[in-house]
């Protein structure tokens, strides 16, 4: 392990530098940052100074019920990305799968971290936590719900990434076995920024953590706590079918000529008219594409219960239910209820018929 | 709840509710009127009840010359609004998806320009009526509750189903979850208020044709 205290006091620019970053692409990581934080060119050099003298802040990271998918999302993602550099500059004191210690030593460490950096840590959180029985998830025996009620108070602020730390996610889709919630759930008290997707696109996990360190303060966030900058438009807003979907010209499979021609994909099942997301714009694979660009229709993944929406091939204008059924079952019923209550009404007409009495020519002549 | 539950349950047991109550609904008071049944004609038969029947459920939705006349604006919105409600309803994409996974048959949809056009127009000659409902003294006094709630919850679904369409104000799964939602009322309305005028006017008509079948008589 490098000399940690000599880490710590260095800054990110310090690190930059003794990594071989060159000025020139520090600036163009700045740009490019900027303008995915929407904020105007004028803005490049003050990030840049606050980027550059920013200490290597403390990062804890939690994982629950999870997949790693939100890590491989992050490290996986192309050698040179900006996300690197930023991941490259911060104090990672924690994170089980990245980590080389384990078990008491693993343990020992986020203490460490928690106790010497007590209210300015960032803690990450992936994965939901188990809230039917703590035996569901543990980590060194302790619960998940434990350990994140005792990082978080030290944190300065709180990053859920990906959908099952913000909302649930997998673990929290019907029936929800282990009683999985979120971790905005849990914590009231503390700044919490959500971060969804299964998993969130990196450089949006990476822009809210320059986001912190650039100005210190969390970014605006809209009403499910989703950093606006990021989540701000849907994407139907910003897809580039969206000209098919205005002229109702769709795919009817997977294969026909309107796939091939690239129209929209709503009658696929397509979610993102609902999904409030970056993926249109910020792309994947390092801007290469995304799903409906590769032909697939988004699953809505960074939405609250994106699993429980009826399918993810269902269109968005289809029942979730089996109406089919409902309707059947419904109209065998009230056939009967139909005749009886029509039964019921002869009878009475039939009683009021002979209750009548008939007027004979003896009644009127007397 | 989120929005996203909200649109999960509109779309769901929801709508299950709202079909529940509409085919019960509808269904009982189908089998109702049918079964409540006729007295015998004794009288002979002077013409064919079927044939008058069907002819007459064309020719009254054709208005005759001098109604057409002394109520025109009232035929002309009328036919406008029923005309663009059928195309919103059965000629627009999402609408055929949602009726092709329940009845498992579907047609060609209408361009969404065009679908957009036809509601924008209905709820243009919606709005018309309800005022000249007001402006009308005698329209006016017949008004009762039943005519306004009827009004409403026809128009509502419209005026939802174009803001969702064009996204204005909330966010899309809000929009989208409030237009299902007021479609599932004017499903739960149906059965007990005068639209159900959709199924038993054919009803009606029929049997005014048929009775003056069987006199051997116009209708
Ligand atoms: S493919 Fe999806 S997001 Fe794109 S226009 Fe069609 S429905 Fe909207």
Redesign the interface.
Same mark, same amino acid.
């Given at each position: 392990m490098t000399n940690k205290f000599d880490d710590k006091n260095k800054t990110l620019g310090d690190t930059l530098r003794s990594r071989g970053i060159s000025r020139r692409s520090f600036l163009k990581f700045c740009a490019a940052t900027a303008s995915m934080m929407a904020l105007p060119p004028a803005m490049i050099p003050k990030v840049a100074h606050a980027l550059e003298n920013a200490k290597r802040p403390s990062v804890i990271w939690l994982s629950f019920q999870e997949c790693t998918g939100c890590t491989e999302s992050l490290t996986r993602s192309h050698s040179a990305t900006i996300e690197n550099l930023i991941f490259d500059s911060i104090s990672l004191d924690y994170h089980h799968t990245l980590q080389a210690a384990s078990g008491h030593a693993a343990e020992a460490a986020r203490e460490a971290a928690m106790e010497e950096n007590h209210g300015n840590y960032i803690l990450v959180v992936d994965g939901s936590i188990p809230m039917d029985n703590p035996g569901y998830s543990t980590i060194a025996g302790i619960s998940n719900y434990d350990m994140l009620m005792d990082t978080a108070k030290g944190a300065a602020a709180i990053i859920a990434v990906g959908t099952c730390a913000t909302y649930g996610g997998i673990p929290h889709a019907k029936p929800n076995p282990t009683g999985a919630v979120s971790v905005g759930d849990l914590i009231k008290d503390k700044p919490i920024i959500n971060v969804p997707g299964c998993p969130p696109i990196p450089v949006v996990i990476t822009g809210v953590v320059t986001h912190f360190l650039t100005f210190g303060t969390i970014p605006e966030l809209d009403h499910i706590g989703r950093p606006k900058v990021f989540y701000g438009q849907s994407i139907h807003d910003r897809c580039y079918r969206r000209p098919f979907y205005d002229k109702g010209l769709f795919a009817e499979t997977f294969d026909d000529e309107g796939a091939q021609k690239g129209w929209c994909l709503f009658k696929l099942g397509c979610k993102g008219p609902t999904t409030y997301n970056a993926c249109a714009t910020t792309k994947w694979n390092n801007g290469t594409s995304f799903p409906i660009e590769a032909g697939h229709p988004c699953i809505g993944c960074s939405e609250p219960d994106f699993w429980d929406g009826g399918g993810f091939y269902k269109a968005l204008s289809m029942p979730t239910e089996n109406i089919t059924q409902t309707a059947l079952y419904t109209a065998a019923g009230a056939a009967a209820v139909g005749v009886a209550a029509g039964a019921l009404n002869r009878a009475k007409k039939n009683a009021a018929t002979k209750a009548h009495p008939n007027t004979t020519i003896e009644d009127l002549e007397k | 709840m989120?929005e996203?539950?909200f649109?999960?349950w509109v !779309?769901?047991?929801g709508?299950?509710i709202a079909?529940?109550i509409f085919?019960?609904?509808?269904?009982? !008071?189908?089998?109702?009127i049918?079964?409540?049944?006729r007295k015998a004609n004794l009288a002979e038969a002077k013409g064919s009840e079927m044939s008058s029947g069907l002819r007459t459920i064309v020719t009254r939705s054709v208005p005759q010359a001098d109604s057409f006349k002394r109520s025109t604006f009232t035929i002309v919105t009328g036919y406008i609004f029923h005309i663009g409600l059928f195309v919103t309803i059965f000629l627009y994409?999402?609408?055929i998806?949602?009726i092709k996974?329940?009845?498992?048959i579907s047609w060609p949809?209408?361009?969404?320009?065009v679908?957009d056009a036809f509601a924008v127009i209905s709820i243009i000659s919606l709005l018309a009526i309800l005022i000249h409902r007001f402006s009308n003294k005698v329209l006016h006094y017949l008004t009762n509750f039943e005519d306004l709630l009827v009004w409403f919850v026809t128009i509502a679904p419209l005026v939802t189903g174009y803001i969702a369409f064009h !996204?204005i104000g909330f966010?899309?799964?809000t929009l989208?979850g409030i237009h299902i939602l007021s479609v599932e009322i004017l499903m739960i309305v149906f059965p007990f208020t005068k639209l159900m005028h959709a199924f038993t006017l054919f009803m009606a008509r029929w049997y005014n044709g048929a009775i003056s079948g069987y006199r051997g008589v116009e209708s």
């Open positions: - | 989120t996203i539950d649109l999960n !779309r769901g047991p709508f299950q079909t529940i085919v019960a609904g509808v269904l009982i !008071r189908i089998f109702e049918i079964l409540l049944g994409a999402p609408h998806l949602l996974d329940i009845v498992g949809a209408l361009p969404t320009p679908v !996204r966010t899309a799964p989208l």
